[in-house]
Structures are given as structure tokens and as C-alpha cells.
């Protein structure tokens, strides 16, 4: 990855090669870290960073989730953001805030060490693959392994911990010559992508796992979700199951990274046309029109840089 610009760092802005951590701190060892992902768009108006409140709050819910107690306000850390994103320059860019156990004590209780707060953000057009990006779509694999039981750990905490899970089914699917993995969750039903919430469409329909199905609750998910409401449609939240996938007119997934992409095929089932659908790509459209300012009836959702 290209380093540019400064890292912010328990409120200071330190130049890229210089962010380091200590190799004792705990995140490293117990996964006791919490993150989010945004994005900041170029728009008619100058750089804006998409939905800043809800990654915000999100960020602290997730915090909440695994008792830890960031030294900042939700204010605070928007505010740091922003001044991280000015600093390094960038007109679009992604961003990674970072709330991790720092080190001092050794051991598996979390609590006694100090929650540390860093804000980095570089370019990432591509996001986490330049797959599926066009109209060609991705190859997704069902993985062999199942999504985290959200009884195990809260699976709507966007935590470090559950990117193992992740992480084990995307390296299978990528060796297996596919792009993505595809997570059925303890029940066996769709849950989510790897760094993705999905979406399928079948006659029209279009349908998403509902929040209780142990799926982070995605930012892009509910911006869909909401363009879909604004032009006069809705999308069904119900259980999906792994055949349904291989009969749908159209699979998409949604991410801040991801933004809105096609999925060609699963399992090597061709999904509809095996190219991005008519819905998909509407709403990939409507999508990226929204995010970067060019659709005034989303205009709140955008914060000046
Ligand atoms: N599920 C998982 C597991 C993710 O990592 C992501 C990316 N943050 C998503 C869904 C999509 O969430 P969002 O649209 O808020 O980026």
C-alpha cells in the first residue's frame, strides 16, 4: 500500500513510517481491538466523508459490546477523522479507525490495560480486490467454514476477532481460484461476505439476512436499503438459504470497501446473465451518485472534509 500522510494516534498526528505500537500490546495477542472502515469522496462541494456519525457511533457500540472505554467522544474522534483526512492531502481515501487494548499488562483480562484510539487513511479505489467492480462480477465460494454463532461473540461488534472467521473463509475461497467467500451462519442460512453484507434478487424482490442472523449491521447495507425506500421500494429482510442463492436473477454485497458489487457466480452456479443485472447495476449507480454528492436527497449523509 502507498503510505501517505500522517496516522493520528491518541491525539497526535504521526508521520506514516512512525505509527508504531509495542510488541506486548494486547490486541496483538487476544484480537482485543475494534475498528471501522469509511470512506471520504470527492463531490461538487470538495472531499466529504460518507455517513461519519453512523461509522462513529458504530465504532463506539462495538466498543461497548467488548467493555471498552475509548478516552474520546463520539465528537471527538469525528472530529479527528476529519483533521486525519485534511493531513494527509487526500481528496478520496479510506479510512481505518482503530480502538485497540494498548500494552502494560500481560494476560488474557483485557481490562486492565489502556483502550488506545488511531485514525489512519490512505487511497484504496480498489478497496479489498479490483474483482467485481466492472460489469463482470465475482466468483464467490459457500465456505467450508461457518460464520461465528453470534451466541459465541457479538457478531454486530465490528471487532478484530471476528476477521479470523473471515479471514480463514477468504483464503480458502482465493486458493480454491475464487474471489470471495460466502458465510452460511450456525443455522445454515446466508449470512454474510467476507467483508460484505449480500443482497439477492429474484422476481423482482430483493431481499437481505435480517440483522438477527449474527451479520454486521452495514452502513452501505442500510444505504441501500434506504435508496431502495426513497424510490418508492423496499427490501425484504428474511432468511436466505444457499440454494437461493444459485436461483436468484441477481446476488449483489455491500461494503464501504466493496461499495455495491455484482456476483457472477457461486459455487460455480452462474447467478442470472453471470454479469452484473439491471438491479445491481441501478443500484450501484444510485449508490456512488448518493456517496459522492451527485443525489441532493442524500446530501446529509455527506461531512464536508
Ligand atoms: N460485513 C462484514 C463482516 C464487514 O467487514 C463489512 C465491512 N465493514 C460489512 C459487512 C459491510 O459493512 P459496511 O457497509 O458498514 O462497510
Not at 79 to 101: F, H, M, N, Q, W
Not at 168 to 190: F, K, N, S, T, W
Request: proline share 4%; with cysteine.
Amino acid at each position: 500500500m502507498e503510505g501517505t500522510g500522517k496516522i493520528w494516534m491518541n491525539g497526535r498526528l504521526v508521520p506514516f513510517g512512525s505509527a508504531r505500537v509495542h510488541v506486548l500490546t494486547h490486541a496483538l495477542h487476544y484480537a482485543s481491538a475494534v475498528f471501522e472502515g469509511l470512506r471520504c469522496y470527492r463531490t461538487p462541494r470538495g472531499p466529504a466523508v460518507f455517513r461519519l456519525g453512523e461509522h462513529v457511533r458504530r465504532l463506539a457500540r462495538s466498543a461497548k459490546m467488548y467493555s471498552m472505554e475509548i478516552p474520546y467522544t463520539e465528537a471527538q474522534i469525528s472530529a479527528a477523522i476529519l483533521k486525519t483526512v485534511r493531513a494527509s492531502g487526500l481528496d478520496e481515501c479510506y479510512i481505518r479507525p482503530l480502538a485497540y487494548r494498548g500494552h502494560g499488562w500481560m494476560g488474557l483480562t483485557p481490562t486492565k490495560n489502556p483502550v488506545d484510539l488511531a485514525i489512519a487513511c490512505w487511497r484504496w479505489t480498489a478497496g479489498e480486490s479490483r474483482a467485481g467492480r466492472g460489469a463482470a462480477g465475482i466468483r464467490c465460494k459457500v465456505s467450508s467454514w461457518a460464520r461465528i454463532d453470534a451466541r459465541a461473540q457479538p457478531m454486530k461488534a465490528k471487532a478484530a476477532s471476528n476477521y479470523a472467521n473471515a479471514a480463514l473463509a477468504r483464503v480458502e475461497a482465493l486458493e480454491d481460484g475464487y474471489d470471495e467467500a460466502i458465510m452460511l451462519g450456525p443455522d445454515g442460512a446466508v449470512a454474510e461476505g467476507g467483508a460484505e453484507n449480500i443482497f439477492v434478487v429474484r422476481d423482482g424482490e430483493i431481499s437481505t439476512p435480517p440483522l438477527s442472523s449474527g451479520i454486521l449491521e452495514g452502513i452501505t447495507r442500510d444505504s441501500v436499503v434506504q435508496i431502495v425506500e426513497a424510490d418508492g421500494g423496499r427490501v425484504a429482510e428474511s432468511a436466505i438459504m444457499r440454494e437461493d442463492l444459485y436461483v436468484a436473477d441477481e446476488v449483489f454485497m455491500t461494503g464501504t470497501a466493496a461499495e455495491v458489487k455484482a456476483v457472477a457466480s457461486v459455487d460455480r452456479a452462474r447467478v442470472g446473465s453471470g454479469r452484473a443485472g439491471p438491479v445491481t447495476r441501478a443500484l450501484r449507480r444510485a449508490y456512488m451518485d448518493a456517496a459522492t454528492g451527485r443525489d441532493e436527497r442524500f446530501s446529509e449523509w455527506l461531512t464536508p472534509v
